[in-house]
């Protein structure tokens, strides 16, 4: 059998089912007719990412004057690299973060691609740039970047949510995780404009951890969040 | 003018506030929205239920339509998110309901001959994701583009999808051609 066979009894079965009843339809546009005002439709996906990317490196600049830019002092050019390979990490996040909220948008890679790319390529780009084999007061100091980059994450989330607010999120976990990974990379890019550690094992693992961490727990917090609304679904 | 540029411009006149706009797209995208939700083998009065909501939703959110992007992708995106809701909502009741010795509503193959199937009985055997990538493709005529948008996927997966779709119907169409 093929496949154009099987198209025609798939396009047979399909004539054959029932239309939905007149009086439904009649219902349904009469159920949206008061509320049938012009809206504003979304600004261009390419204005909202831009503007979660703004909102990413001000929060990220600003937690840093305030904490002092010690790393980045630190640092020579090439370790400067680093930048590049968040911002373009940032910049994806947020194309998918914005992809999210609008339905039946055009995806570059699904949240949980991203989320796995982002770790991957930080731990791949600490472990080249920054060689220093030392581990002093590996978990003190690491506890405090941790604690500093989620932070840092919060207020982007926060911030990102309010400039998607008239968004709509088809799937709210997937969006939370593409949502808490750019807030997470804000984070990372925060420490590395900030702290003068560069122990490979200290960036390597409790930098990248906040762009995990911070992923994990905008999910909890959508997920939360939609347990205490039911009825909004 | 071409029928995805005709449903965009009645979008848009729609997003405008032209209620006439409104009334047209609800004709027109109803039947096959019902066929969507009535493949993954729900009750008709249920499909009539998430067609009422899918519609009542996508009015809320009608400005989150980008003039100019195909409007399928979109309304199927926000269809099949009602349609999770829909399970997971009957998956928290059903899991608080004793059983009853009652069997559910699902089509039991039967032997017939296949231009005489019904849409469910045809799809019975496909998992659910293959279900409604086949629905789309092929009975609402989305492009593997336009359901990659609207099932948030990619094209690779949908094409696979597809492939193994076809590949179990062209093995049960057979099997049902030498039964007959």
Known sequence: MRDGDIDDILKKAAEAQPDPDPALLDRIAASIQPNTRPVRPLP??????????????????????????????????????IFVG????????????????????????????LLALSCALLVALFAILFRDDLAEHFVSQGMACLKAGLMTAAPVGVAGWWLLRRGFAVNPASAALAAGTLAGLAGVAMLELHCPNFQTWHVLIWHTAVVPVSASVAVLAVRLARRLSPARG | ?????????????????????????????????????????????????????????????????????????????????????????????????????ETPEMPAPRAAP????????????????????????????????????ATSSSVGSVKQKAFR????????????????
């Open chain 2, 114 to 149: 296949a231009a005489t199937l019904t849409m469910e009985e045809m799809l019975a055997p496909l998992p659910e994701s293959q279900r409604e990538v086949v629905e789309l493709l092929k009975i609402s005529g989305m492009s593997l583009e336009e359901v990659a948008r």
């Open chain 1, 86 to 113: 968040v911002a373009g990490l940032a910049g994806r996040a947020a194309m998918a973060w914005t992809a999210e909220m609008i339905p039946g948008s055009r995806r570059q890679e699904g949240p949980a691609a």
């Open chain 2, 1 to 101: 003018m071409h029928p995805g540029g005709e449903l965009e411009t009645l979008m848009v006149r729609y997003q405008q506030g032209d209620f006439a706009a409104a009334t047209a797209l609800v004709r027109r995208l109803s039947p096959q929205l019902h066929r969507f939700f009535a493949v993954q083998f729900v009750s008709r009065t249920s499909a009539d239920d998430l067609l009422q909501e899918t519609w009542l939703r996508l009015h809320e959110v009608r400005h989150t339509y980008r003039p100019g992007e195909p409007v399928l992708p979109w309304l199927y995106a926000i269809a099949r998110h009602i349609r999770v809701d829909h399970y997971r909502k009957s998956g928290r009741t059903s899991a608080r309901e004793q059983s009853l010795d």
């Open chain 2, 165 to 180: 779709a076809y590949e179990k119907l062209r093995e049960r169409l057979g099997q049902m051609g030498g039964a007959s």
């Open chain 1, 44 to 81: 261009p996906p390419w204005v909202l990412a831009c503007g979660l990317g703004l909102i990413g490196a001000a929060t990220a600049l600003i937690v840093a004057a305030l904490l002092g830019f010690h790393g980045i002092h630190a640092m020579n050019d090439i370790q400067a690299v």
